[in-house]
Protein backbone atom coordinates (compact mmCIF):
# COMPACT_ATOMS: atom_id res chain seq x y z
CA UNK A 1 0.00 0.00 0.00
CA UNK A 2 3.20 2.07 0.39
CA UNK A 3 4.65 2.10 -2.70
CA UNK A 4 3.81 5.01 -4.98
CA UNK A 5 3.85 7.90 -2.41
CA UNK A 6 0.70 10.39 -2.68
CA UNK A 7 1.25 13.80 -0.60
CA UNK A 8 -2.18 15.86 -0.47
CA UNK A 9 -2.42 19.48 1.13
CA UNK A 10 -5.73 19.56 3.53
CA UNK A 11 -7.25 23.30 3.76
CA UNK A 12 -9.06 24.37 7.50
CA UNK A 13 -12.92 24.53 6.96
CA UNK A 14 -15.83 26.47 8.72
CA UNK A 15 -17.88 23.48 9.96
CA UNK A 16 -18.34 19.77 9.55
CA UNK A 17 -22.05 19.08 8.99
CA UNK A 18 -23.93 16.36 7.62
CA UNK A 19 -24.56 12.64 7.46
CA UNK A 20 -22.03 9.58 7.32
CA UNK A 21 -21.23 6.20 7.70
CA UNK A 22 -17.68 4.98 8.11
CA UNK A 23 -16.50 1.54 6.44
CA UNK A 24 -17.07 -1.40 8.34
CA UNK A 25 -14.89 -2.56 11.29
CA UNK A 26 -11.21 -4.06 10.43
CA UNK A 27 -10.79 -6.11 13.28
CA UNK A 28 -14.99 -7.60 12.79
CA UNK A 29 -14.22 -7.80 8.97
CA UNK A 30 -10.29 -10.05 9.30
CA UNK A 31 -11.79 -12.37 11.85
CA UNK A 32 -15.03 -12.84 9.29
CA UNK A 33 -12.87 -14.30 6.65
CA UNK A 34 -10.77 -16.21 9.10
CA UNK A 35 -13.73 -18.29 10.91
CA UNK A 36 -16.08 -18.40 7.74
CA UNK A 37 -13.13 -20.19 5.73
CA UNK A 38 -12.77 -22.38 8.56
CA UNK A 39 -16.40 -23.51 9.40
CA UNK A 40 -18.73 -25.41 7.21
CA UNK A 41 -21.17 -24.04 5.15
CA UNK A 42 -21.21 -20.75 3.66
CA UNK A 43 -20.71 -17.25 5.32
CA UNK A 44 -21.72 -14.45 3.66
CA UNK A 45 -20.90 -11.12 4.76
CA UNK A 46 -22.22 -7.13 4.63
CA UNK A 47 -20.39 -4.19 5.11
CA UNK A 48 -17.10 -5.89 4.87
CA UNK A 49 -14.18 -3.37 4.94
CA UNK A 50 -12.41 -3.64 1.28
CA UNK A 51 -9.36 -2.17 2.76
CA UNK A 52 -5.46 -3.03 1.94
CA UNK A 53 -5.45 -5.07 5.36
CA UNK A 54 -8.44 -7.25 5.08
CA UNK A 55 -7.73 -8.01 1.63
CA UNK A 56 -4.81 -9.43 2.55
CA UNK A 57 -6.16 -11.79 4.27
CA UNK A 58 -8.64 -12.80 2.08
CA UNK A 59 -5.47 -13.52 0.01
CA UNK A 60 -3.97 -15.46 2.10
CA UNK A 61 -6.91 -17.81 2.46
CA UNK A 62 -7.73 -17.97 -1.28
CA UNK A 63 -4.04 -19.07 -1.65
CA UNK A 64 -4.71 -22.28 0.88
CA UNK A 65 -8.07 -22.88 -1.01
CA UNK A 66 -10.91 -21.68 0.43
CA UNK A 67 -13.12 -19.75 -2.65
CA UNK A 68 -14.14 -16.48 -1.74
CA UNK A 69 -16.49 -14.24 -3.50
CA UNK A 70 -16.77 -10.28 -3.58
CA UNK A 71 -19.50 -8.71 -6.13
CA UNK A 72 -18.56 -5.65 -3.81
CA UNK A 73 -21.68 -5.91 -1.41
CA UNK A 74 -21.55 -9.50 0.11
CA UNK A 75 -18.16 -11.53 0.64
CA UNK A 76 -19.41 -15.34 0.13
CA UNK A 77 -16.95 -17.61 1.55
CA UNK A 78 -17.43 -21.41 1.40
CA UNK A 79 -16.07 -22.88 4.42
CA UNK A 80 -14.19 -26.02 4.40
CA UNK A 81 -13.78 -26.75 7.55
CA UNK A 82 -11.39 -27.22 10.47
CA UNK A 83 -8.84 -29.53 8.38
CA UNK A 84 -9.48 -28.74 4.77
CA UNK A 85 -6.92 -25.73 4.28
CA UNK A 86 -4.43 -26.56 2.06
CA UNK A 87 -0.69 -25.81 1.97
CA UNK A 88 -0.24 -22.96 0.30
CA UNK A 89 2.47 -23.03 -3.05
CA UNK A 90 4.11 -19.61 -2.02
CA UNK A 91 4.54 -17.28 0.65
CA UNK A 92 1.34 -15.76 2.03
CA UNK A 93 1.95 -11.61 1.89
CA UNK A 94 0.13 -9.75 4.52
CA UNK A 95 1.22 -6.69 3.26
CA UNK A 96 0.91 -4.27 6.05
CA UNK A 97 -1.50 -5.82 8.50
CA UNK A 98 -0.34 -7.30 11.98
CA UNK A 99 -3.44 -8.98 12.06
CA UNK A 100 -3.16 -11.06 9.60
CA UNK A 101 0.19 -12.07 10.48
CA UNK A 102 -0.21 -12.34 14.21
CA UNK A 103 -3.51 -14.22 13.84
CA UNK A 104 -2.72 -16.64 10.76
CA UNK A 105 1.03 -17.89 12.80
CA UNK A 106 -1.54 -19.20 15.67
CA UNK A 107 -3.99 -20.94 12.94
CA UNK A 108 -1.43 -22.07 10.92
CA UNK A 109 0.69 -23.55 13.70
CA UNK A 110 -2.00 -26.24 13.92
CA UNK A 111 -2.25 -27.11 10.28
CA UNK A 112 -0.74 -30.17 9.12
CA UNK A 113 1.19 -28.48 6.66
CA UNK A 114 4.46 -25.70 5.79
CA UNK A 115 3.82 -22.09 5.29
CA UNK A 116 5.65 -19.08 5.28
CA UNK A 117 4.08 -15.48 6.16
CA UNK A 118 5.27 -12.09 5.34
CA UNK A 119 5.19 -8.52 4.80
CA UNK A 120 5.75 -5.24 4.22
CA UNK A 121 8.98 -3.01 5.18
CA UNK A 122 6.59 -1.75 7.82
CA UNK A 123 5.34 -5.30 9.41
CA UNK A 124 8.98 -6.87 9.12
CA UNK A 125 9.95 -4.53 11.87
CA UNK A 126 7.14 -5.33 14.07
CA UNK A 127 7.44 -7.62 16.85
CA UNK A 128 6.11 -11.30 16.63
CA UNK A 129 7.85 -12.64 20.24
CA UNK A 130 4.79 -11.95 21.60
CA UNK A 131 2.74 -14.46 19.96
CA UNK A 132 5.72 -17.20 18.54
CA UNK A 133 6.83 -17.45 22.38
CA UNK A 134 3.60 -18.47 23.64
CA UNK A 135 2.64 -20.51 20.57
CA UNK A 136 6.03 -22.23 20.92
CA UNK A 137 4.95 -23.39 24.69
CA UNK A 138 1.97 -25.10 22.84
CA UNK A 139 4.19 -26.88 20.25
CA UNK A 140 4.24 -25.22 17.70
CA UNK A 141 7.25 -24.59 15.55
CA UNK A 142 7.99 -21.46 14.06
CA UNK A 143 11.18 -19.64 12.64
CA UNK A 144 11.90 -16.60 11.62
CA UNK A 145 13.98 -13.46 11.60
CA UNK A 146 15.89 -12.53 14.54
CA UNK A 147 15.65 -16.09 16.25
CA UNK A 148 11.20 -16.28 15.61
CA UNK A 149 10.77 -12.62 16.40
CA UNK A 150 10.38 -11.08 12.91
CA UNK A 151 8.61 -11.46 10.02
CA UNK A 152 9.36 -13.97 7.37
CA UNK A 153 8.22 -16.39 9.90
CA UNK A 154 8.20 -20.02 8.63
CA UNK A 155 6.04 -22.52 10.21
CA UNK A 156 5.92 -26.09 10.32
CA UNK A 157 2.41 -27.42 11.49
CA UNK A 158 1.66 -29.90 13.64
CA UNK A 159 0.10 -31.07 16.45
CA UNK A 160 -0.43 -28.66 19.09
CA UNK A 161 -1.29 -29.38 23.15
CA UNK A 162 -3.18 -26.73 25.06
CA UNK A 163 -1.74 -23.87 27.65
CA UNK A 164 -2.72 -21.73 30.23
CA UNK A 165 -1.04 -18.88 29.31
CA UNK A 166 -1.01 -15.17 31.40
CA UNK A 167 -0.30 -12.58 28.83
CA UNK A 168 1.86 -9.39 30.84
CA UNK A 169 0.11 -7.35 27.75
CA UNK A 170 -3.65 -6.51 27.08
CA UNK A 171 -3.49 -7.72 23.08
CA UNK A 172 -6.26 -8.93 21.05
CA UNK A 173 -3.41 -10.21 18.32
CA UNK A 174 -1.69 -12.53 21.23
CA UNK A 175 -5.03 -13.67 22.81
CA UNK A 176 -6.92 -13.89 19.24
CA UNK A 177 -3.82 -15.95 18.14
CA UNK A 178 -3.76 -18.65 21.25
CA UNK A 179 -7.61 -18.84 20.31
CA UNK A 180 -7.01 -19.82 16.81
CA UNK A 181 -4.07 -22.47 17.74
CA UNK A 182 -6.49 -23.71 20.80
CA UNK A 183 -9.34 -24.80 17.74
CA UNK A 184 -6.50 -27.61 16.84
CA UNK A 185 -5.14 -28.22 20.48
CA UNK A 186 -5.64 -31.34 22.49
CA UNK A 187 -6.76 -30.32 26.15
CA UNK A 188 -8.07 -26.75 26.70
CA UNK A 189 -6.13 -23.41 25.94
CA UNK A 190 -6.83 -20.87 28.23
CA UNK A 191 -5.43 -16.88 27.84
CA UNK A 192 -5.32 -14.34 30.53
CA UNK A 193 -4.36 -10.32 30.12
CA UNK A 194 -3.94 -7.89 32.59
CA UNK A 195 -7.04 -5.81 31.49
CA UNK A 196 -9.29 -7.43 28.87
CA UNK A 197 -8.33 -6.29 25.44
CA UNK A 198 -11.17 -6.54 22.11
CA UNK A 199 -13.39 -8.94 22.25
CA UNK A 200 -14.29 -9.62 18.75
CA UNK A 201 -12.57 -12.90 18.72
CA UNK A 202 -14.87 -13.89 21.65
CA UNK A 203 -18.39 -12.63 20.07
CA UNK A 204 -17.23 -14.31 17.17
CA UNK A 205 -15.74 -17.65 17.81
CA UNK A 206 -19.36 -17.87 20.16
CA UNK A 207 -21.22 -17.01 17.18
CA UNK A 208 -19.69 -19.82 14.98
CA UNK A 209 -20.41 -21.82 17.75
CA UNK A 210 -17.16 -22.81 19.20
CA UNK A 211 -16.65 -24.28 22.38
CA UNK A 212 -15.64 -21.20 23.95
CA UNK A 213 -16.43 -20.04 28.17
CA UNK A 214 -14.75 -16.31 29.67
CA UNK A 215 -13.24 -15.69 32.74
CA UNK A 216 -12.17 -12.73 34.35
CA UNK A 217 -10.07 -10.99 31.71
CA UNK A 218 -9.38 -14.19 29.65
CA UNK A 219 -11.12 -16.82 27.58
CA UNK A 220 -10.94 -20.73 27.98
CA UNK A 221 -11.21 -22.27 24.42
CA UNK A 222 -11.81 -26.31 23.61
CA UNK A 223 -10.20 -27.29 20.35
CA UNK A 224 -12.37 -30.03 18.10
CA UNK A 225 -15.35 -28.68 17.40
CA UNK A 226 -16.95 -27.89 14.23
CA UNK A 227 -18.10 -24.64 13.25
CA UNK A 228 -20.74 -23.54 11.01
CA UNK A 229 -20.93 -20.56 8.47
CA UNK A 230 -23.12 -17.55 9.91
CA UNK A 231 -24.73 -13.93 7.85
CA UNK A 232 -22.52 -11.52 9.38
CA UNK A 233 -23.42 -7.32 9.09
CA UNK A 234 -19.73 -5.71 10.09
CA UNK A 235 -20.73 -2.51 11.77
CA UNK A 236 -18.85 0.94 11.10
CA UNK A 237 -15.37 0.64 12.39
CA UNK A 238 -15.10 2.93 15.48
CA UNK A 239 -11.22 3.54 15.43
CA UNK A 240 -12.43 4.95 11.68
CA UNK A 241 -15.33 6.52 13.20
CA UNK A 242 -12.95 8.26 15.66
CA UNK A 243 -11.25 10.65 12.98
CA UNK A 244 -15.03 12.17 12.64
CA UNK A 245 -15.60 12.37 15.89
CA UNK A 246 -12.57 14.64 16.95
CA UNK A 247 -12.70 16.96 13.58
CA UNK A 248 -16.59 17.28 14.84
CA UNK A 249 -15.45 18.31 18.52
CA UNK A 250 -13.05 20.81 17.70
CA UNK A 251 -14.30 22.38 14.67
CA UNK A 252 -16.50 25.11 15.67
CA UNK A 253 -20.06 24.91 14.43
CA UNK A 254 -19.98 21.54 13.46
CA UNK A 255 -22.91 18.56 13.83
CA UNK A 256 -22.29 15.36 12.62
CA UNK A 257 -24.33 12.11 13.00
CA UNK A 258 -22.30 8.84 12.15
CA UNK A 259 -24.29 5.74 11.21
CA UNK A 260 -24.09 2.41 12.41
CA UNK A 261 -21.00 2.50 14.72
CA UNK A 262 -19.62 -0.52 16.63
CA UNK A 263 -19.89 0.46 20.12
CA UNK A 264 -18.65 -2.75 21.80
CA UNK A 265 -17.23 -1.82 25.14
CA UNK A 266 -13.71 -3.27 24.91
CA UNK A 267 -13.53 -0.60 21.81
CA UNK A 268 -15.18 2.64 23.76
CA UNK A 269 -11.95 3.79 25.30
CA UNK A 270 -11.66 6.89 22.71
CA UNK A 271 -15.80 7.46 23.43
CA UNK A 272 -14.94 7.43 27.16
CA UNK A 273 -12.36 9.51 26.58
CA UNK A 274 -13.71 12.90 24.82
CA UNK A 275 -16.55 12.81 27.39
CA UNK A 276 -14.25 13.13 30.40
CA UNK A 277 -12.57 15.85 27.53
CA UNK A 278 -16.15 17.47 27.66
CA UNK A 279 -17.30 16.17 24.45
CA UNK A 280 -20.73 16.29 23.11
CA UNK A 281 -21.47 12.68 21.98
CA UNK A 282 -24.72 11.21 22.13
CA UNK A 283 -25.37 7.53 20.98
CA UNK A 284 -28.57 6.76 19.32
CA UNK A 285 -30.92 3.97 18.10
CA UNK A 286 -28.52 1.69 19.85
CA UNK A 287 -28.99 -2.16 19.46
CA UNK A 288 -26.80 -5.88 18.91
CA UNK A 289 -25.95 -6.50 15.30
CA UNK A 290 -24.57 -10.32 14.31
CA UNK A 291 -23.04 -10.43 18.12
CA UNK A 292 -22.14 -7.07 17.94
CA UNK A 293 -23.33 -3.55 19.65
CA UNK A 294 -24.37 -0.92 17.26
CA UNK A 295 -25.66 2.55 17.37
CA UNK A 296 -25.50 6.15 15.66
CA UNK A 297 -23.60 8.68 17.25
CA UNK A 298 -24.66 12.27 17.57
CA UNK A 299 -21.14 15.21 17.62
CA UNK A 300 -21.41 18.39 18.44
CA UNK A 301 -18.88 21.15 18.32
CA UNK A 302 -17.30 21.36 21.89
CA UNK A 303 -14.78 23.13 24.38
CA UNK A 304 -12.68 20.46 25.53
CA UNK A 305 -10.16 20.01 28.45
CA UNK A 306 -6.90 18.93 28.97
CA UNK A 307 -7.52 14.95 31.28
CA UNK A 308 -4.98 12.57 32.53
CA UNK A 309 -5.44 9.48 30.79
CA UNK A 310 -4.01 6.32 31.49
CA UNK A 311 -5.45 2.42 33.15
CA UNK A 312 -7.62 0.55 31.73
CA UNK A 313 -9.45 2.43 29.89
CA UNK A 314 -5.91 2.81 27.51
CA UNK A 315 -6.39 -0.75 25.80
CA UNK A 316 -9.98 0.23 24.80
CA UNK A 317 -8.19 3.15 23.28
CA UNK A 318 -5.29 1.97 22.06
CA UNK A 319 -6.09 2.56 17.95
CA UNK A 320 -7.35 6.12 18.19
CA UNK A 321 -4.56 7.35 20.40
CA UNK A 322 -3.01 9.84 17.37
CA UNK A 323 -7.09 10.85 17.08
CA UNK A 324 -6.98 11.78 20.52
CA UNK A 325 -3.51 13.58 20.51
CA UNK A 326 -5.34 16.05 18.10
CA UNK A 327 -7.89 16.67 20.32
CA UNK A 328 -5.97 17.28 23.42
CA UNK A 329 -3.72 19.58 21.27
CA UNK A 330 -6.63 22.21 21.00
CA UNK A 331 -8.15 21.59 24.36
CA UNK A 332 -7.46 24.08 27.12
CA UNK A 333 -4.97 22.95 29.55
CA UNK A 334 -2.50 20.18 29.84
CA UNK A 335 -3.62 16.21 28.49
CA UNK A 336 -1.35 13.36 30.49
CA UNK A 337 -1.32 10.41 28.52
CA UNK A 338 0.68 7.50 30.11
CA UNK A 339 0.49 3.42 29.96
CA UNK A 340 0.24 3.70 26.66
CA UNK A 341 4.01 2.03 25.35
CA UNK A 342 2.09 -0.45 23.09
CA UNK A 343 2.17 2.83 21.11
CA UNK A 344 5.74 2.46 20.20
CA UNK A 345 5.06 -0.75 18.30
CA UNK A 346 2.31 0.23 16.39
CA UNK A 347 2.86 0.70 12.42
CA UNK A 348 5.22 3.15 13.24
CA UNK A 349 6.01 4.16 16.80
CA UNK A 350 3.09 6.30 17.38
CA UNK A 351 3.99 8.38 20.34
CA UNK A 352 7.31 9.58 18.36
CA UNK A 353 5.35 10.17 15.06
CA UNK A 354 3.00 12.45 16.89
CA UNK A 355 5.15 14.23 19.48
CA UNK A 356 7.27 15.32 16.15
CA UNK A 357 4.04 15.93 13.96
CA UNK A 358 2.35 18.18 16.59
CA UNK A 359 5.56 20.23 17.08
CA UNK A 360 6.05 20.81 13.55
CA UNK A 361 2.39 21.71 13.25
CA UNK A 362 2.61 24.42 15.76
CA UNK A 363 0.96 23.08 18.78
CA UNK A 364 1.73 23.58 22.18
CA UNK A 365 4.40 21.95 24.47
CA UNK A 366 5.07 18.56 23.73
CA UNK A 367 6.45 16.30 26.14
CA UNK A 368 7.10 12.59 25.04
CA UNK A 369 7.51 9.88 27.72
CA UNK A 370 8.30 6.53 27.35
CA UNK A 371 4.68 5.18 27.84
CA UNK A 372 2.78 8.15 26.70
CA UNK A 373 2.76 11.99 25.94
CA UNK A 374 2.58 15.30 27.94
CA UNK A 375 0.17 17.83 25.04
CA UNK A 376 -0.20 21.17 26.22
CA UNK A 377 -3.35 22.52 24.44
CA UNK A 378 -3.07 25.97 21.91
CA UNK A 379 -6.09 27.89 20.68
CA UNK A 380 -5.54 26.70 16.80
CA UNK A 381 -2.58 25.54 15.53
CA UNK A 382 -0.57 26.83 12.60
CA UNK A 383 -0.08 23.94 10.35
CA UNK A 384 2.56 23.11 7.77
CA UNK A 385 4.69 19.97 6.54
CA UNK A 386 4.50 16.22 8.12
CA UNK A 387 5.35 12.73 7.73
CA UNK A 388 2.71 10.26 7.68
CA UNK A 389 5.68 7.85 8.52
CA UNK A 390 3.37 5.28 6.13
CA UNK A 391 0.60 4.55 8.92
CA UNK A 392 -2.51 5.08 8.14
CA UNK A 393 -3.86 6.62 11.23
CA UNK A 394 -1.11 9.31 11.51
CA UNK A 395 -1.83 10.19 7.98
CA UNK A 396 -5.90 10.86 8.96
CA UNK A 397 -5.12 12.82 12.44
CA UNK A 398 -3.11 15.03 10.36
CA UNK A 399 -5.68 15.86 8.27
CA UNK A 400 -7.80 16.36 11.34
CA UNK A 401 -5.53 18.79 12.80
CA UNK A 402 -5.63 20.68 9.55
CA UNK A 403 -9.44 21.28 9.82
CA UNK A 404 -8.60 24.01 12.77
CA UNK A 405 -5.38 25.18 11.55
CA UNK A 406 -4.44 28.40 10.53
CA UNK A 407 -2.88 27.03 7.23
CA UNK A 408 -2.77 24.23 4.98
CA UNK A 409 -1.44 20.91 6.26
CA UNK A 410 0.74 19.42 3.69
CA UNK A 411 0.95 15.13 4.36
CA UNK A 412 3.71 13.69 2.39
CA UNK A 413 2.25 10.11 1.61
CA UNK A 414 -1.59 9.31 2.50
CA UNK A 415 -1.35 6.03 0.11
CA UNK A 416 -1.30 4.13 3.65
CA UNK A 417 -4.59 5.16 4.42
CA UNK A 418 -6.02 2.51 2.20
CA UNK A 419 -5.35 0.27 4.77
CA UNK A 420 -8.23 0.64 6.90
CA UNK A 421 -10.36 3.75 5.33
CA UNK A 422 -10.54 3.67 1.54
CA UNK A 423 -12.33 7.18 1.01
CA UNK A 424 -11.42 8.68 3.93
CA UNK A 425 -10.45 12.19 1.85
CA UNK A 426 -13.57 12.03 -0.16
CA UNK A 427 -16.21 11.91 3.01
CA UNK A 428 -13.98 14.09 4.58
CA UNK A 429 -14.52 16.09 2.17
CA UNK A 430 -18.52 15.69 1.60
CA UNK A 431 -19.18 17.13 5.31
CA UNK A 432 -17.09 19.84 5.00
CA UNK A 433 -17.82 23.61 4.83
CA UNK A 434 -15.56 26.34 3.60
Given amino acids: ?43 RISNFLRGGDNFSTMAAFRAMGVPIEDDGQTVTVHGVGLYGLKEPEDVLDCGNSGTTIRLMTGLLSGQAFFSVLTGDQYLRKRPMKRVVEPLAGMGARI ?10 LAISGGPLTGISYSSPIASAQVKSALML ?27 FGADLETCHNGVVVRGGKELQGQEII ?13 AALIVPGSELLIKNVGVN ?30 ADLLVRSSRLKGIEIGGDVVPR ?5 PAISIAASVAEGTTVIRDARELRVKETDRIAA ?25 ASLEGGSITSCGDHRIAMAL ?22 FPGFFELLDSVSVR
Fill in 1 to 43: MHELAQPISVLPVRALRGELAVPGDKSISHRSIMLGSLARGTT
Fill in 143 to 152: AGRGDGTLAP
Fill in 181 to 207: AGLYATDETRVTEPTLSRDHSERMFRF
Fill in 234 to 246: VPGDISSATFFIV
Fill in 265 to 294: PTRTGALDILLAMGGDITLLNQRDISGEPV
Fill in 317 to 321: AIDEF
Fill in 354 to 378: MATNLRAIGAGQIEETEDGMLIQGV
Fill in 399 to 420: AVAALVSRNQVQIDDVSCVATS
